[in-house]
């Protein structure tokens, strides 16, 4: 199986490229592209498009496409190096900041709610020593380093599991338009670390896991 993973993240792509040890192939005007066996990671000038994924398909032709993110949770469940592959997507919104939140008003803090179902099952692992959801809800366009007034609200308002930085409503209509199948991960790189993983780049860890990920996502197909 030959699958492509793309992404406009120059730290995940250090990342990728330390573990795996990619070989630089090409570089087109408006992307980056290394490979090593059935593995091409293709790094992105901007955010990946409809287009990028039309040249990925008539270029090399693979099997899936991944579409890697990094991610935060504030919950006490999630940590470090856990991956999540959401289905369910929130937008951040920003009047939440100096809003007046409660029980009541919370639900109006999402607006056009986004669903997938990339997978039959939802259903939580532990992989190794990494936590992996198959299902789960991720917000975007979060902000980067949510107050400690902000985030019992985040959690109130959304119920999250994860929280990327990054617009996700493009690589949603990729997955929605199916012309590779693909599938979004998120890997977390801030909020609880694992006892085992003190002084671990948290991107590097996040890397190994979405690796281990796309390998049992192709073993179960």
């Not at 000038?45 to 991944?66: G, Q």
């Not at 930085?165 to 949603?172: F, M, P, V």
Request: aromatic letters at 10%; charged letters at 30%; hydrophobic letters at 40%.
């Amino acid at each position: 199986m030959l699958s492509v993973l793309a992404s406009s993240d120059t730290s995940l792509r250090d990342a990728f490229g330390k573990i795996l040890a990619f070989e630089h192939v090409e570089d087109t005007p408006f992307a980056s592209v290394f490979r090593k066996a059935n593995r091409i990671f293709i790094t992105f000038n901007t955010p990946i498009t409809d287009d990028h994924v039309s040249w990925i398909a008539s270029e090399f032709l693979p099997d899936r496409l991944y579409l890697p993110f990094v991610s935060y949770a504030i919950d006490m469940v999630h940590e470090v190096g856990d991956v999540v592959v959401p289905n369910v997507f929130f937008s951040y919104d920003s009047r939440l900041k100096s809003a007046q939140l409660d029980e009541n008003n919370r639900d109006s803090f999402i607006e056009n709610p986004k669903f997938l179902t990339s997978f039959l099952e939802q259903k939580d692992y532990y992989v190794e020593d990494f936590g992996l959801s198959l299902g789960g809800i991720v917000v975007d366009d979060a902000p980067k380093d949510p107050s400690e007034d902000l985030t019992p609200k985040m959690m109130l308002a959304y119920e999250g599991d994860i929280y990327v930085e990054d617009g996700l409503s493009q690589a949603i209509e990729i997955v929605e338009k199916e012309e590779i199948p693909t599938v979004i991960l998120c890997g977390i790189i801030k909020w609880k670390d694992h006892t085992k993983h003190k002084n671990v780049d948290p991107y590097e860890l996040a890397v190994r896991n979405i690796l281990t990920t796309c390998k049992l996502i192709e073993d179960e197909e």
